[in-house]
């Protein structure tokens, strides 16, 4: 696993995974960089802390051709859509 420690004090902690060619890089308020995309089913989870100290949990997933792109109040993007069903779900709180 890797743990990186984001600017505003909270940490990231990642998993490998195997990343496909279509992602998405985001540029986070503070000017870093998010890589989002789509990836080969892993059972290796992501926890991300929150600034407002909550934890988002993502799992991995094969999403279909229904996705829906929403854009966030602070102007980044967020893609949502309907996921072939697996165990591995997304749970954000």
Sequence with gaps: M????QKDGSYQIEGWFIPDRRMVHTRQKDGSYQTEGWFIP???MVHTRQKDGSYQIEGWFIPDRR???????????QIEGWF?????????R
């Design 2 to 5: 890797v743990h990186t420690r």
């Design 42 to 44: 892993d059972r290796r």
């Design 67 to 77: 996705m829906v792109h929403t854009r966030q109040k602070d102007g980044s993007y």
């Design 84 to 92: 072939i069903p697996d165990r591995r779900m997304v749970h954000t």
